[in-house]
């Protein structure tokens, strides 16, 4: 069994793309088969070598690895252009002059109209005369009468009556192919066995079911996976926030949650709240499992998967990834590994992305914060606060042993004292410590930033209180 990914490199390697990618690669690996991949780049105008570099890096970032290739069929133009002359000499193709003005003049004077074979019934003379004059001509697939038809993996029966395909083009004026002759000759070549797309192909399909017919070559099994739809049910485009798969990994994400979720695309591999492993994936993938409906993508949910998975990371795995920003390495070279991972230690279970990490990092490392109204607007103060917490300061100066059980006892103890509740202090210390209501467990922290760290931070709350700034 065969398959492949065949992305045009016109463009980024988009959500869409990228699952079409992984359900061929779980399909390949599940069935022990092989996962081709061909860079489509027959369009030269609009191809680019940096688009396939990116292309390719967004597939090793995801881990979605190849068996064979890449190919690229720009280094196939004349075997593509002997194949559609082959097709002519057999009349399956004709010669069509008609310049793309004429075409476009038709089209605008016919809202629904195909193209009407002015060329089809060209005699020889008239042929060879055009020829002489070196008028430029493409070649069309000459369309029979009929009905064309299909099984679809996903969608089952799929039928058309071939009054409603036009005579297509196979190649340009300028020699190149179009994308149904290279897609067919490829295929054909590479011995796809089964191809795996997005269900806006279907009517690319009955064209190269057609084109696979005249040249005698074997029809693969196609499955037509449903688009992706944004939260207006509209196709995923820009206006809903569709990014490169690259940009993913700017925003913080992690590979494993993109693939996760991608998976459940259409496909639901068990539990909604886990993160799976491609391992795992192959195991459990398949094709008859899949939703013929087109599934909505929840950035909401996405963002909830990656707490999963940064939860999940092992912490030194997670400083690789972050250190791959020069800047942050830069930033926080001062600090000792062990203190870098211990930081990653105790937020990530609280982060939804890697950036909101590295954020925290300049709070909880660095100090680089302040205080500020903003922050404070909706947190009430006990009255006179600042004489508690003067107090905790001298029961923390003279604990021996900073850890978090005997700063626990510690502030509960002041908190008796004082005859406030324990949270009197808490709330306070922990906005002294991060500037934040939200933070691990404040014991933690203490333990964290240790004792000379934790007094000063509680001592510049201090002075910020005293200058009438909250109170």
């Known amino acids: 069994m065969k398959v492949r990914f065949a992305p045009s490199p016109t463009g980024h390697l988009h959500i869409g793309s990228a699952r079409t990618a992984l359900f061929n690669f779980l399909f390949a690996k599940h069935q022990n088969g092989t996962f081709i991949l061909r860079i489509e780049d027959t369009d030269i105008k609009r191809s680019s070598f940096e688009m396939a570099e990116q292309i390719i890096n967004g597939l090793k970032w995801l881990n979605i690895t190849w068996d064979k290739g890449p190919y690229y069929q720009s280094e196939n133009f004349e075997k593509y252009r002997k194949t559609a002359f082959s097709l002519l000499k057999r009349k ?16 605008k004077k016919n809202l629904i109209w195909k193209y009407d074979r002015k060329c089809l019934n ?14 430029p001509f493409i070649l069309r697939f000459f369309v029979s009468n009929g009905f064309t038809s299909f099984n679809d993996g996903i969608h089952k029966k799929m039928r058309v009556n071939n009054s409603e395909i036009e005579d297509f083009v196979i190649l340009k004026s300028d020699g190149t192919p179009t994308y149904h002759l290279s897609v067919v000759v490829d295929d054909n070549e590479m011995c796809i066995t089964d191809v795996i797309r ?22 693969p099994k196609y499955f037509h996976l449903p688009l992706i739809l944004g939260q207006d049910k509209k196709k995923l485009s820009k206006r809903h926030g569709e990014t490169s798969v690259l940009e993913f990994k700017k925003m913080g994400y992690l590979s494993e949650t993109l693939i996760t979720y991608l998976s459940q695309l259409s496909w639901l591999p068990g539990d909604e709240k886990r993160i799976f492993s491609l391992d795992e994936l192959i195991k459990r993938f398949k094709f008859n499992k899949l939703a013929k409906n087109s599934p909505v993508f929840d950035y909401n949910k996405l963002s909830f998967l990656n707490g999963l998975a940064i939860k999940k990371k092992d912490s030194r795995e997670i400083y690789n990834i972050l250190i791959e920003d020069k800047k942050f390495e830069r930033d926080f070279s001062e600090f000792t590994y062990e203190k870098k991972i211990s930081f990653i ?17 300049y709070i909880y490392l660095k100090g680089d914060f302040k205080y500020n109204k903003h922050d404070l607007k909706n947190f009430e103060f006990h009255k006179n606060i600042e004489d508690p917490l003067e ?27 004082n005859g406030i509740k324990a949270a009197d202090l808490i709330h306070p210390c922990r906005f002294a410590l991060v500037s934040s209501n939200i933070s691990p467990s404040i014991f933690d922290l203490f333990e964290f930033f240790g004792k000379e ?19």
């Not at 399956?92 to 089209?107: G, L, Q």
């Not at 060209?122 to 042929?127: K, R, V």
């Open 92 to 107: 399956k193709v004709y010669r069509c002059f008609c310049t793309p003005d004429e075409i476009e003049a038709n089209k």
């Open 122 to 135: 060209l005699t020889e003379t008239e042929i060879a005369k055009k020829l002489e004059h070196r008028i």
């Open 198 to 219: 997005g269900d806006d192909h279907i009517s690319n399909t009955f064209k190269q079911i057609l084109l696979l017919n005249a040249l005698n070559f074997n029809v």
């Open 345 to 361: 230690e105790l937020i990530k279970s609280r982060m939804k992305n890697l950036n909101e990490m590295k954020e925290k990092a």
């Open 391 to 417: 107090k905790l300061i001298n029961e923390l100066e003279s604990l021996e042993i900073f850890n978090s059980e005997n700063i626990e006892k510690v502030l509960r103890i002041c908190a008796d004292n």
């Open 453 to 471: 760290e934790s007094i000063k931070r509680i001592k510049s709350f201090i002075d910020y209180i005293i200058k009438g700034e909250i109170i």
